[in-house]
């Protein structure tokens, strides 16, 4: 057994990894007052001769003087935590975190974490003018390895610009990780923690059994936890009473609860669930927080539910449910049953956005604000090369934060999607461009022009087409959708180092990841018209 004791006085640990193999790393106790608190995966260094960067353990929320890192693996090695430091938070540790949010494959106007993989937003929230958002976090390695997973937290005032706080809710063992969900501020004290609690629930998921590790027998289920402090640090809800909602063992993990209020004395949750086989979304309610009954399920919905009331353009008032893929439906949800009218598509028409969420308790009604995983194929997929694994440290970004809205159409109900306006803060140095086959690009920056010829979009040959006849746009993802206004739109192109976010007539987005650095992207248009090309500042500033 390999063991070291550190002081918690300066909040974190500094732990040198390399890249993330889980077959190199090690299992990792940390214990605080005599009893092991959590247990992570580690690809700890521990050779002079491999590449490594550092990631940051937050000591200080276990509220003790020292804790004592121990590693129980026969083979570890001797020097195995002689690397680890003592420190401050990564932003005041300048010398163990060089050029950060500077690195060459950051993207600059989306948020990403200093540290770690990222994936699904979690727990969106709104409250005091403050948006939070938690994420699917690795904070120790740069893949997802469906270990550690736990909620990342950070915050926005103008959905523009985010500051980041340590992990609120972390895996209790390795055996298990923190899989996605929501949060509620519990505004009419129904859990009975007070007015404004947040209630929050997550899956606890199994984690594969590295290194010889035998399964252990235990449902994964919708756990229920709860925050007295706006949010920062969240605990179980009742003693033992997780996972309020259990699974059989060796069925299909359900998961991704999405909590949100119907009335001041019920609470919902929609679930990802199976029936038959079949996909399906499946309606809870509860009076406490704490128990849970069955209510009904909707088919074919698959992953990261969402489920809001929207009140359209032309006063009337509808429920919107959708799932991770964006494909929504729109209809009633009476007594716990939704039921569609017909009206649907997609919240996004591209292949990059996945498992968005919009931010509960928003006061106004008409309006949702809406963020997703910006999935990046290639480097999500670990098909680069060594040394570009060691620039992405902190693996994976968000979309953009933007504006849902319902509208009455020709034939339904439809919901609109665009960016914030805040983004137009960002904005500098506007000059006019002739929109031609390889456009020259500062990045990031925002490209305006209008649609009213036929022309096509693409990255690579990954884009959109238009067809002015049919007013018909096809992404390459295979979604098509006609425009419905009959003014000639504008195409906002929110152009960044690895994506492309396509708004067009403050109808669609159509979101697209790829190595912009290295291939540009390629207008292809008859006639081609005028645009505007602004530089956009970074976030990161």
Not at 52 to 67: C, D, I, K, L, P
Not at 99 to 121: C, K, M, T, V
Not at 190 to 208: C, K, M, Q, V
Request: glycine letters at 6%.
């Amino acid at each position: 057994m390999i063991q070291k004791t550190f002081s918690t006085s300066t909040g974190y640990l500094h732990i040198p990894v390399h890249n993330s193999r889980a077959d190199t790393a090690f299992y990792v106790e940390v214990i605080a007052d005599g009893v092991t608190r959590n247990e992570f995966l580690m690809n700890l260094r521990v050779s002079e001769e491999i590449p490594y960067f550092y990631v940051a353990m937050h000591t200080a929320r276990y509220n003790a003087s020292e804790v004592t890192l121990v590693c129980r693996d026969e083979n570890a090695p001797d020097n195995l935590f002689d690397g680890v430091l003592e420190g401050r938070s990564i932003g005041e540790e300048v010398e163990l975190y060089p050029n950060l949010y500077q690195e060459p494959y950051r993207q600059r106007i989306h948020f990403s974490p200093a540290r770690g993989w990222l994936n699904d937003p979690n727990g969106l929230f709104y409250q005091d003018g403050i948006f939070h958002m938690y994420f699917q976090h690795n904070p120790l390695a740069n893949q997802h390895m469906a270990v550690n997973l736990s909620w990342g937290h950070a915050t926005t005032i103008d959905g523009v610009h985010f500051k980041e706080y340590p992990d609120a809710i972390m895996p209790r063992n390795s055996l298990l990780h923190v899989a996605s969900g929501s949060a509620v501020v519990d505004k009419y004290n129904i859990a009975g923690f007070g007015e404004n609690a947040i209630i929050a629930a997550y899956t606890d998921l199994e984690s594969p059994s590295y290194l010889g590790r035998t399964p252990q027998d235990r449902s994964a289920g919708q756990n229920i936890m709860i925050s007295t402090d706006g949010g920062m640090t969240f605990r179980d809800i009742v003693k033992d009473v997780n996972p309020v909602i259990p699974v059989s063992p060796y069925t299909l993990k359900w998961r991704d609860p999405k909590l949100l209020f119907i009335d001041e004395k019920t609470l919902c949750m929609a679930v990802y669930e199976t029936y038959k086989d079949q996909n399906c979304v499946s309606f809870y309610r509860s009076q406490d927080a704490v128990h849970w009954e069955f209510c009904s399920r909707n088919m074919d919905l698959y992953e990261c539910p969402d489920l809001m009331q929207l009140t359209a353009d032309d006063g009337s008032r509808h429920w919107v449910l959708y799932g991770a893929s964006g494909r929504y439906l729109v209809g009633k949800f009476e007594n716990f049953t939704f039921k569609s009218n017909g009206s649907e598509g997609w919240l996004d028409y591209g292949n990059a956005c996945y498992a968005g969420q919009t931010f509960n308790n928003y006061p106004s009604d008409m309006r949702r604000f809406h963020v997703a995983w910006l999935c990046d194929g290639l480097l999500w997929a670990n098909e680069t090369s060594y040394d570009l694994m060691m620039d992405v440290a902190f693996n994976q970004s968000m979309s953009l934060v933007c504006e849902l809205s319902l509208c009455k159409v020709d034939d339904g109900y439809r919901v609109f999607r665009k960016p914030v306006d805040t983004l137009r803060d960002l904005r500098y140095d506007k000059c006019s461009i002739l929109l031609q086959d390889h456009l020259p690009l500062n990045f990031p920056c925002e490209i305006i022009f209008p649609l009213e010829k036929s022309m096509t979009v693409a990255i690579d040959g990954t884009g959109f087409s238009y067809d002015e006849n049919t007013r018909t746009i096809s992404s390459t993802s295979g979604r098509q959708y006609k425009l419905h206004r009959t003014d000639v739109p504008d195409v906002r192109l929110f152009v960044d180092r690895r994506s492309m976010e396509c708004f067009i007539g403050d109808e669609i987005s159509l979101s697209y990841t790829n190595d912009l650095v290295q291939k540009g992207i390629m207008i292809t248009c008859d006639d081609p018209p005028m645009a505007e090309m602004w530089k956009l500042r970074s976030i990161w500033e």
